[in-house]
Each structure stands twice: as structure tokens, then as C-alpha cells.
Nanobody
């Protein structure tokens, strides 16, 4: 099993910053894409940012220029630095890794439990 553990959420005022982390525990697996999603109350889950194994990144238009995704392959960890936060960024943020245990034939998605980010105006 690949277990993802998130940290770094919380309450922040508009204009503030937060840094989310998502670490995969265990051993014997390979990770391709690492991604962050978010879901606000009453809205569909949306992709916020993703980073490939080669370091290529992609962002939702609403966060481009404010959020930065990065990864530490040695630690099997993804990060997302969120700056200039806005009330509309309030949501549950979840990480998703496309990974394969060496005992498995195929890659599959693994999800974190989610962490709440609340931005007050």
C-alpha cells in the first residue's frame, strides 16, 4: 500500500501564505505524477496543480502565479506553496499520486485524506 499523509492546512487571512506537504510512506514503489486537488463546499473537485516525474508543472488558471508545486523525489513528497491567498481558495485540498508498487503491474492513483484550507477576508 502507498499511504499519503498531508499536512500544512489551516486558517489564514487573505493575502497570507500556506505550504502544504504530502508524503508517501512505505517503500518499494515508483511515483510518476504528483498532484493537488481541491473541493470547496457545493462545488466539484478541481485540479489545482500537478508535477511530473521530470519536473514539468501545470496549474489551474485561478492559481497560476500564486501557487507553486514542487517535489522531493528522495522523500517521496510533494509540496505546494500558496501565496496571496484569497477567500475563494477556501477548500479541502487533497493530494493524488500516480504510483506503482513494484509488486503491481500497473500504476494507479493514490489519494491523501485531505486537509482544510480556510482563507478569511
Amino acid at each position: 500500500q502507498v499511504l499519503l499523509v498531508e499536512s500544512g492546512g489551516g486558517l489564514v487571512q487573505a493575502g497570507g501564505s500556506l505550504r502544504l506537504s504530502c508524503a508517501a510512506s512505505g517503500s518499494g514503489f515508483s511515483i510518476k505524477t504528483m498532484a493537488w486537488y481541491r473541493q470547496a463546499p457545493g462545488k466539484q473537485r478541481e485540479l489545482v496543480a500537478q508535477i511530473t516525474a521530470g519536473g514539468s508543472t501545470d496549474y489551474a488558471g485561478s492559481v497560476k502565479g500564486r501557487f507553486t508545486i514542487s517535489r522531493d523525489n528522495a522523500k517521496n513528497t510533494a509540496y505546494m506553496q500558496m501565496n496571496s491567498l484569497k477567500p475563494e481558495d477556501t477548500a479541502v485540498y487533497s493530494c493524488k499520486f500516480l504510483a506503482r508498487r513494484y509488486s503491481d503491474a500497473f500504476y494507479r492513483d493514490y489519494w491523501g485524506q485531505g486537509t482544510q484550507v480556510t482563507v478569511s477576508s
